[in-house]
Structure formats: structure tokens, C-alpha cells
């Protein structure tokens, strides 16, 4: 997929995004539905779970902006599909239906039973198949961070529509992923496996990805502060034994990475922390002044790569763009501590106030990526679809990012 983008500069501060920028959203936009078969019922739908929940919160966005009811059925329409097909086996696939062995009828009623599939192009491993590192990248089976995005997707579109259905498939999912990927292990917390089949009946890649049990724990205790938010109607499942389990993995532990990918990650999680603090939900596990210190080292380590130097064919769009989509919580989670200053200590403050010296970082990203330019690289093309809608996020943030504002449509 293509994008052809005017030059503009980008919109200050955390409120509505400029119009300018709702334009470029929706021309991103636009073109990725047509170019995965989301609005073009010919062609065969090209759904992947990681780019799918930045996009339903992109729809979502766009919806906010401008009140466009077509935007609102977008998001829900690409839910759908991604429950659809990535809820059931490939048809490239022996099997055949739900992934979670449920039957037609109640597979559409719980079609995140099973956990999601990733979306990749190639046939999971079989158990009798020698393992290739290189080749299993682009195998299929379920990733435990491309889950928990879905169910962060699944929490804004609950909020946006009080449609209780989605927060349900959500808390399914994560009742789900949890069983599926943690282990027991004597003499110690339970541990994560990195990669699973695609029935989560066996581990592909045993290794815990380094912020999955991180993943784990703010996913879950966002999940039970907005099952909350919505009252009733949503089951009877609760997560307290999956949130436990992670309160010990994450215990002690540290998550600066030289990652962009992975700190921009992080830096979205010290948000989603604060504003589950702000709805009385704080895990003991985490300290949010530890998060932020991570995540300046983390940001430090990328600057002083000098990747942001190099050309287009040397970068990775949609690693930086993530990060570029975390230095936009810093701003969000600023208000949060001005609106709140008795819920934040002096250090979180402190550490924050650390952290705005990289936010120009954000823009530099923006700008270089937003050149058509730049988006002939292969580096680009090879990921089209995650970088155009990673662009459009990091643009257009907030319904990725925040929780409150999700209702308030612009008229």
C-alpha cells in the first residue's frame, strides 16, 4: 500500500489534532481499507492483529473528530472481519473453523476463546518440523503482545459504542491468552512463552518476550478498571488470578531496552499506569517513577544511535513510529499529573520533567516519514500496511492512548 501524503507540519499540544492532520488520517486510512479488503467486499480481506488494533483505534479517532458515523462502522466492521478471520483456522490451513474448537454458533458469540492469530502469510510449524529462527518470523501462530494490543483495541471501541459485548470478547481473550502462555515452573513465578501455536496447544518459541508479563499486568488491571466503568453486562469474569500471577513476574524487574519499538511500548504504559491510578487501580508490582526511568534510559540509548541520521533504507519506520507514538503520552500523562497533583509524588514529576527533553524526537519522525520520499524505501514498502497506520496513530494519538475521551465526538 502506498501513501501519498501532503508536506505539513504537525499540530502542538494534546488536544484535537489540526485539520490538516484529519486529512492525512483519512487519507491513511482510507487507503488501507481498500487495500485489505476492509471496505472492498472483492477482495479477499488481508487482516494482521498487531496493524488491526492500531487501526480500529485510528477509525476511532477519526470518528471523535468529526462525528462521521461511516468512521464508527469502520471500526466496528474491522473488528468483524479480524474476529473472523484470525478467530479461525487459515484457509490455506487442514483445519477448519474457530481456532477455539467452538462450533459456528457459539464460536460468533465468543470468537476470542481461542485467542487471535497473527496474520502471517506462512503456515505455523509443524511439531515435526526442525526449527529456523529466520524462517519462523514469518510463520503463523499467536503472539502474546499482538493480543494484548487487541484487547486495548476492544477496551476503547467498549467505551466508544457501551457496546459491553466487546469488553467481554476482551476479557475472553485475555482469560485465554493467560491460560495459553503462562507456565509453571518450580521454585519460582510463573513464566511466559513468547510464541504459540495457533490453538495455543504448544509453545513455538519458548523464550518470555521481556515486557509480555508487563503487557500482562497493565492490560488486565485496565481491562478490570473499565469492566467497572461500564457497569454490568459484561460476564463473570474477572481477572484477579491472572493479575496476581503477573504481579510476581513483573516483581523486581527492570524494562529499559535499546528498543524503540519496545520503549515506545513502554512509555504508553506509563500512561495507561497513570490512568489506571487515576480510576483507583494501581498494581503494587509497578512504580510509575521506575517506568519513566526506564524509559529515559531507553529513549537516551536510541538518540545517542544515531539511527534518526541515517537514510530511509537503513530504518525501520514502524520501530520508530512506535516510539514517536509513546513520546505522545508524555504530554497526556503531564495533564493527567497537573489535573491530579495529589495522586503523583514529587519524583514522578520529576522524572517526567527528565523526559521532555526528547519529546522533540516525536516530530523529527513525523516529519521524515511523512516524505513521500522517504516512503519508497524498501524498508517502507516491505511493511506498508504497519507503517502507514503506525503513521496515522502517532499523528492522530489519542484514542490509542487514552481512555477519557473516547465518548466526546466532535459535532
Not at 471500526?75 to 484457509?91: C, K, N, P, T
Not at 527533553?357 to 504497519?386: K, M, N, S, Y
Request: glycine residues 8%; hydrophobic residues 40%; negative net charge.
Amino acid at each position: 500500500m502506498s501513501v501519498s501524503l501532503p508536506k505539513t507540519g504537525r499540530a502542538s499540544g494534546a488536544g484535537l489534532i489540526a485539520m490538516q492532520h484529519v486529512a492525512e488520517v483519512r487519507s491513511i486510512m482510507d487507503e488501507f481499507a481498500v487495500g485489505t479488503g476492509l471496505s472492498d467486499k472483492l477482495s479477499a480481506p488481508r487482516r494482521y492483529l498487531w496493524t488491526d488494533a492500531f487501526a480500529v483505534c485510528n477509525f476511532l479517532e477519526l470518528y471523535r473528530q468529526t462525528g462521521e458515523q461511516s468512521f464508527l462502522a469502520s471500526a466496528r466492521e474491522l473488528v468483524d472481519q479480524v474476529h473472523f478471520v484470525l478467530g479461525r483456522f487459515s484457509d490455506a490451513d487442514s483445519r477448519s473453523g474457530w481456532i477455539s474448537g467452538l462450533d459456528q454458533q457459539a464460536g460468533y458469540e465468543h470468537p476470542t476463546a481461542g485467542g487471535l492469530r497473527i496474520g502471517k502469510k506462512l503456515l505455523e510449524r509443524r511439531p515435526d518440523e526442525p526449527f529456523d529462527e529466520q524462517l519462523e518470523w514469518d510463520r503463523d501462530g499467536q503472539y502474546f503482545h499482538y493480543l494484548t494490543k487487541w484487547m486495548q483495541a476492544l477496551t476503547r471501541i467498549a467505551l466508544v459504542t457501551d457496546d459491553r459485548r466487546y469488553q467481554r470478547w476482551a476479557l475472553e481473550l485475555a482469560r485465554a491468552a493467560h491460560a495459553g502462555f503462562t507456565y509453571s515452573r518450580v521454585g519460582g513465578p510463573k513464566r511466559m512463552y513468547w510464541k504459540m501455536s495457533v490453538d495455543l496447544s504448544r509453545a513455538l518459541v519458548a523464550g518470555m518476550g521481556h515486557h509480555d508479563p508487563l503487557d500482562a499486568l497493565i492490560t488486565y488491571v485496565e481491562l478490570r478498571a473499565n469492566s467497572k466503568r461500564l457497569g454490568g453486562g459484561v460476564g463473570d469474569i474477572d481477572l484477579e488470578r491472572e493479575i496476581a500471577d503477573c504481579q510476581a513476574m513483573c516483581a523486581g524487574n527492570t524494562w529499559a531496552t535499546g528498543d524503540p519499538l519496545g520503549t515506545g511500548n513502554l512509555l504508553c504504559d506509563t500512561l495507561r499506569l497513570a490512568q489506571n491510578r487515576l480510576a483507583g487501580d494501581d498494581p503494587a508490582a509497578l512504580q510509575l517513577a521506575s517506568l519513566l526511568a526506564d524509559c529515559e534510559a531507553g529513549v537516551e540509548a536510541f538518540e545517542a544511535s544515531g539511527t534518526l541520521g541515517s537514510s530511509a533504507e537503513r530504518r525501520l519506520a514502524f520501530r520508530e513510529l512506535g516510539l514517536a507514538i509513546g513520546l505522545h503520552a508524555l504530554d497526556r500523562l503531564r495533564e493527567l499529573i497537573h489535573r491530579h497533583p495529589d495522586k503523583f509524588s514529587v519524583v514522578e514529576s520529576s522524572q517526567l520533567g527528565r523526559l521532555s527533553r526528547f519529546e522533540h524526537l516525536c516530530d523529527r519522525i513525523e516529519r521524515f516519514w511523512l516524505q513521500g520520499v522517504h516512503r519508497e524505501a524498501q524498508t517502507w514498502q516491505a511493511h506498508a500496511d504497519i507503517n502507514a497506520v503506525m503513521l496515522a496513530t502517532s499523528l492522530a494519538p489519542d484514542s490509542y492512548l487514552l481512555l477519557c475521551p473516547l465518548g466526546q465526538v466532535a459535532r
